[in-house]
């Protein structure tokens, strides 16, 4: 059943703001020239789909004078599928982030850049100088489909990448919104088209199945209706074994079928997968996607637009927190969420074609792509490109984008590959990085390698605790504790973000950092290496300065108990949660006998309990108030004279 003003059923006030905004036009189109710095809370929510976001300086909020005005700015996303950054896009962006940014780029989770601090008097000119450059804003953000992924890799030899790369354009375009409000506003009506939509998709979008066009879906908007989606819509397109895009994390994914002659036969669909959620909220939930089917290529538009139907249908148009997709898919389970969909797509799914085992790429270092060039993978710490005194990221990219005119592809972790790079040339971009301080795969820990943090402060106005600024220091420490504790070959995969929302994707990690409250963070464990399961809540608060009395038990429990060759994430996924906590409250950590001036310390040794001694100490703890320390200290005495 679909929301709208005429229905009865009670809605958001942004769903009664989009309905009444013409398309995506107003109040964006008079806020633009009222002289004022900031836009309001109506323009706020109506910018966001043309993919920009109104931010807070944060720090300056912390520390400003009372009666002292906020400094308001905006950031900036690319509309980039598949993460292909034109060499001409990426100059722009560089120019622009310099002229009127804050000087570096944000790289994000789903392949695209993100400028930070333009104010709202230069916004207009930035999107425009970005859409004349072969790039988009428009879609980055809202309550529509998002960027849509793809894996990175740009191999020529192998026809499921090209074929996913290809459909992530495709799809974009498909959903894409047709009002044409973002060239009205931004460019003054004129249509800076930088390739024309295949006419596969043109006659897809504009086919009206069974379902496909219900109530008061306008001619406008052949697939969103006035109203657009209840909330961000993401998507994925993955090839079998690849799941560099986190294919589980999104709300419609797919995955490259072909045959034996390498054509494409059709995708395998899995849907309901997303990790927004709010602390201390049980009906905010992160959930994986699940698989419904194969469908053949020759549906997949007609597939995709039931599903995003459905979803603009059935979706909660009130309380914006449930309006994900995946809340439908919880609440209903697989069986109903097919049922359903028969409405809009008529035909019962095949079911889906058997897959290898997903394992994670990056793609860092340098590659052949297949037909004689290369690519090479650079690693972009926590996403930031700028330039430091012992890394110049920034000069590095900017000086091989302008000398080369190769195009970049970001991928989902946040990293960069530099792409169709000739033999001849390897040499002397290789020599440029080295020059940057861009170091080699091999130089970089691992930990670092396989982590992602958001922004957090000072840009975001979500965030509760550091993310960007504090992941570094934290990964640090954790290594020079795992040193310690003579684990130093290990690595798994790390996330940090500043609050529960999950933008660099906590959830599924090994070991993840989610902003609690100020330098607090709830600790999540047990995802896995390759982005297939979930982690579960561990800890509910950690003060960053606890860090190392947090991990330590952990990490003896894994080095103690842990199977040949068993990952961390997978150790705390077959422990499982309780059995965990339960170590690491009765565990005792071993320290030197002296002090740095040789004075005896009070030693303190660690003493693993039985499962049914432990259950009776906890019970007096509870019972009597003290501690378990005082607990079997006046035991021992007592027993041992």
């Given at each position: 059943?679909?929301?709208?003003?005429?229905?009865?059923?009670?809605?958001?006030?942004?769903?009664?703001?989009?309905?009444?905004?013409?398309?995506?036009?107003?109040?964006?189109?008079?806020?633009?020239?009222?002289?004022?710095?900031?836009?309001?809370?109506?323009?706020?929510?109506?910018?966001?789909?043309?993919?920009?976001?109104?931010?807070?300086?944060?720090?300056?909020?912390?520390?400003?004078?009372?009666?002292?005005?906020?400094?308001?700015?905006?950031?900036?996303?690319?509309?980039?599928?598949?993460?292909?950054?034109?060499?001409?896009?990426?100059?722009?962006?560089?120019?622009?982030?310099?002229?009127?940014?804050?000087?570096?780029?944000?790289?994000?989770?789903?392949?695209?850049?993100?400028?930070?601090?333009?104010?709202?008097?230069?916004?207009?000119?930035?999107?425009?100088?970005?859409?004349?450059?072969?790039?988009?804003?428009?879609?980055?953000?809202?309550?529509?489909?998002?960027?849509?992924?793809?894996?990175?890799?740009?191999?020529?030899?192998?026809?499921?990448?090209?074929?996913?790369?290809?459909?992530?354009?495709?799809?974009?375009?498909?959903?894409?919104?047709?009002?044409?409000?973002?060239?009205?506003?931004?460019?003054?009506?004129?249509?800076?088209?930088?390739?024309?939509?295949?006419?596969?998709?043109?006659?897809?979008?504009?086919?009206?199945?069974?379902?496909?066009?219900?109530?008061?879906?306008?001619?406008?908007?052949?697939?969103?209706?006035?109203?657009?989606?209840?909330?961000?819509?993401?998507?994925?397109?993955?090839?079998?074994?690849?799941?560099?895009?986190?294919?589980?994390t999104n709300d419609l994914a797919l995955v490259v079928i072909t045959n034996a002659q390498n054509e494409l036969e059709g995708f395998n669909v899995y849907v309901g997968g997303g990790l927004g959620r709010a602390h201390n909220n049980d009906a905010t939930i992160v959930r994986m996607a699940d698989s419904i089917g194969f469908v053949p290529v020759a549906q997949i538009y007609d597939v995709i637009k039931?599903?995003?139907?459905?979803?603009?249908?059935?979706?909660?148009?009130?309380?914006?927190?449930?309006?994900?997709?995946?809340?439908?898919?919880?609440?209903?389970?697989?069986?109903?969420?097919?049922?359903?969909?028969?409405?809009?797509?008529?035909?019962?799914?095949?079911?889906?074609?058997?897959?290898?085992?997903?394992?994670?790429?990056?793609?860092?270092?340098?590659?052949?792509?297949?037909?004689?060039?290369?690519?090479?993978?650079?690693?972009?710490?926590?996403?930031?490109?700028?330039?430091?005194?012992?890394?110049?990221?920034?000069?590095?990219?900017?000086?091989?984008?302008?000398?080369?005119?190769?195009?970049?592809?970001?991928?989902?972790?946040?990293?960069?590959?530099?792409?169709?790079?000739?033999?001849?040339?390897?040499?002397?971009?290789?020599?440029?990085?080295?020059?940057?301080?861009?170091?080699?795969?091999?130089?970089?820990?691992?930990?670092?390698?396989?982590?992602?943090?958001?922004?957090?402060?000072?840009?975001?106005?979500?965030?509760?605790?550091?993310?960007?600024?504090?992941?570094?220091?934290?990964?640090?420490?954790?290594?020079?504790?795992?040193?310690?504790?003579?684990?130093?070959?290990?690595?798994?995969?790390?996330?940090?973000?500043?609050?529960?929302?999950?933008?660099?994707?906590?959830?599924?990690?090994?070991?993840?950092?989610?902003?609690?409250?100020?330098?607090?963070?709830?600790?999540?464990?047990?995802?896995?290496?390759?982005?297939?399961?979930?982690?579960?809540?561990?800890?509910?608060?950690?003060?960053?300065?606890?860090?190392?009395?947090?991990?330590?038990?952990?990490?003896?429990?894994?080095?103690?108990?842990?199977?040949?060759?068993?990952?961390?994430?997978?150790?705390?996924?077959?422990?499982?949660?309780?059995?965990?906590?339960?170590?690491?409250?009765?565990?005792?950590?071993?320290?030197?006998?002296?002090?740095?001036?040789?004075?005896?310390?009070?030693?303190?040794?660690?003493?693993?309990?039985?499962?049914?001694?432990?259950?009776?100490?906890?019970?007096?703890?509870?019972?009597?108030?003290?501690?378990?320390?005082?607990?079997?200290?006046?035991?021992?005495?007592?027993?041992?004279?």
């Amino acid at each position: 059943m679909t929301n709208t003003l005429a229905n009865p059923v009670k809605v958001s006030k942004v769903e009664v703001l989009k309905q009444k905004s013409n398309f995506l036009r107003g109040p964006i189109n008079t806020e633009l020239t009222d002289g004022n710095p900031f836009f309001s809370q109506d323009g706020i929510q109506i910018l966001k789909f043309h993919g920009s976001y109104q931010q807070k300086e944060r720090d300056f909020e912390k520390n400003k004078a009372k009666g002292e005005e906020a400094q308001y700015s905006m950031m900036l996303r690319t509309r980039s599928p598949g993460g292909v950054i034109p060499w001409q896009l990426y100059v722009a962006l560089d120019k622009l982030c310099d002229k009127y940014g804050n000087h570096t780029l944000r790289a994000t989770t789903r392949q695209g850049f993100q400028i930070h601090g333009i104010l709202k008097e230069n916004l207009k000119t930035v999107i425009a100088d970005i859409t004349r450059n072969m790039g988009s804003t428009v879609g980055a953000c809202g309550d529509i489909n998002r960027n849509v992924m793809a894996p990175s890799a740009p191999f020529k030899n192998k026809p499921e990448y090209i074929y996913a790369r290809d459909y992530a354009f495709k799809i974009a375009d498909l959903l894409a919104p047709q009002a044409g409000a973002y060239y009205d506003i931004w460019l003054d009506g004129e249509v800076a088209v930088t390739s024309s939509e295949a006419p596969e998709v043109t006659e897809a979008r504009n086919r009206q199945g069974t379902g496909t066009a219900k109530t008061n879906i306008s001619d406008t908007e052949p697939i969103y209706g006035v109203q657009y989606l209840p909330r961000k819509f993401k998507i994925a397109i993955a090839v079998a074994g690849d799941n560099s895009v986190d294919l589980y994390t999104n709300d419609l994914a797919l995955v490259v079928i072909t045959n034996a002659q390498n054509e494409l036969e059709g995708f395998n669909v899995y849907v309901g997968g997303g990790l927004g959620r709010a602390h201390n909220n049980d009906a905010t939930i992160v959930r994986m996607a699940d698989s419904i089917g194969f469908v053949p290529v020759a549906q997949i538009y007609d597939v995709i637009k039931a599903i995003v139907s459905l979803q603009r249908d059935y979706g909660d148009r009130h309380n914006r927190r449930h309006s994900r997709f995946k809340h439908i898919l919880h609440e209903w389970g697989v069986e109903k969420f097919k049922q359903v969909l028969l409405e809009y797509y008529p035909t019962k799914l095949d079911a889906a074609r058997e897959l290898p085992d997903f394992k994670y790429q990056d793609y860092l270092g340098w590659h052949e792509q297949g037909d004689g060039k290369y690519f090479v993978g650079v690693s972009i710490e926590n996403g930031r490109v700028s330039d430091r005194e012992d890394l110049k990221l920034k000069t590095a990219l900017r000086e091989i984008s302008e000398k080369f005119h190769h195009d970049f592809v970001l991928t989902p972790n946040h990293n960069l590959l530099i792409t169709e790079v000739a033999a001849d040339e390897k040499e002397e971009i290789q020599k440029i990085l080295d020059r940057c301080g861009v170091l080699a795969t091999d130089k970089i820990d691992s930990l670092v390698r396989y982590s992602m943090a958001c922004p957090a402060f000072p840009t975001c106005g979500l965030a509760i605790a550091e993310s960007e600024r504090a992941l570094p220091s934290v990964l640090a420490r954790i290594r020079q504790l795992l040193v310690r504790l003579g684990l130093e070959n290990e690595t798994f995969v790390t996330r940090m973000t500043g609050c529960p929302n999950g933008c660099a994707r906590p959830y599924m990690a090994e070991l993840a950092f989610v902003g609690s409250a100020a330098d607090e963070y709830q600790i999540w464990l047990g995802g896995s290496f390759n982005s297939t399961r979930l982690a579960q809540p561990y800890v509910q608060r950690l003060h960053i300065q606890n860090l190392e009395q947090g991990l330590e038990p952990l990490f003896v429990y894994f080095k103690n108990e842990r199977v040949a060759s068993e990952t961390f994430g997978d150790f705390c996924d077959r422990k499982g949660i309780e059995d965990l906590r339960k170590f690491a409250e009765t565990y005792v950590p071993e320290v030197d006998e002296t002090d740095s001036k040789g004075k005896r310390k009070d030693v303190r040794h660690r003493v693993t309990l039985s499962a049914k001694s432990y259950e009776l100490l906890k019970k007096a703890v509870e019972e009597k108030g003290a501690s378990m320390k005082d607990l079997v200290e006046t035991a021992l005495e007592k027993y041992l004279g």
